[in-house]
């Protein structure tokens, strides 16, 4: 299997070398991390493991980082100085989260799933353990790992609708892959069971809870203070990780939300840094002037009733959240699944998320069930549910404790993932 998958990954590669040769000449992000994502361990990396036990995470993106800051600070507080934990990402994004979380010196590039790059990380790594965030899972890694005897640990695993419809279809080539790692931590009952349908040996799950009530915002940062002087007393919606199409929704239901509450400002943050540029143009389209948040150090006189600012910098949005009046958590009045409503309910922020909640089905589930959430299926039901909680503060603020509530008491998940970690290593804490 290992052979037919190596070879179809060569052909696919050979095929689509045009398309990222012309990426790699015309865009900066597509030639960073190419030397290691071929193989090439950094200098940096071998040196802050010189003589420690090595454990490695890998997050693909800032989401899957952001769940995984709590565990790998916890993970080396267990675990004590003779081990390091190294971290890998796939994307540009999560690669610079990344850096920032844990420090450039322990942060690579995920290498490509082939042999010759995976063997080459495995060597000089000589990990003890290997943990993937959310079912991100490679076929020749796991296989090379399974080689070397390295334990894989799947933490914060969840399977969606798409996904699991997905896996069925393929589940007699895919469920061999699916019961390679050594355990499987489910997020929820129902991923569980679905983990064990597509062919994970039930004796490998475990439901440990979703990293993500764990995470906590380190404060009010930086960008977070500069917003809310900038702001003054004005009330705040921040609309985080948006999509293409909420933009417009959020922007057309604007005017409204200002009629009705005047002494209001609107932060959007895209979710893709690559998008800033074109929601700065829908943003002046509309008619609002743009007003950067990296700027604010310069232009937060600009700032009044009514302005629009683009939140457009990277791992300020769970921070920023903080200063909201009311939160609309985005990918979710398009078909994306949803992003995490945790980030502000952890502030008590009221949290309003449209229809398409898929990856977050559980946590949206008991926020609802706590009415810590409001779900809003279209713009005019988002502008009328904004309308409400920023006219009625003591509405806003109930529902914005109810949410915090789900938040405190869902916690814990950190914790017995280490311990699973551990068990794996053979150590105790």
Known sequence: MMLAYSALLTVALVLSAPWWLLRMATTQRYREGLQQRLGGVPKALTTAIARRRVVWVHAVSVGEVLAATRLVVELEMALGAGYCVVVSATTRTGQALAQKRFGAERVFYMPLDFGFAVRAYLRALKPEAMVLMESELWPRMLHECARAGIPVAVANARMSDRSFHRTMRVQSVWGSVMRMPTVWL?????????????????????????????????????MAQRIRTAVGDLRVVVAGSTLDGEEEMLLAAWPGVLKASPESVLVIAPRHPERFEAVATRIRQGGAAVLRCSELAVHAGDVRAGSVLLLD?????????????????GGSLVKRGGHNPLEPAQFGVPVLMGASFENFRDIVAKMMESEGLRVVRNRGELEAALVALLTDTALAQAMGERGRSVFEEQQGATARTVDAVLAMLGEER
Do not use: H, M, P
Request: glycine letters at 12%.
């Open 313 to 329: 910098t990277i791992g300020d949005l769970a921070a920023v959240y903080g200063v909201g009046s009311v939160a609309f958590v």
């Open 186 to 222: 489910a997020q929820s009952e129902e991923d569980a069971l679905r983990l064990v349908i597509v062919g994970v040996r039930a004796e490998n799950v475990r439901v440990s809870g979703n990293l993500k009530y764990d995470v906590r915002s380190r404060g009010e940062n930086a």
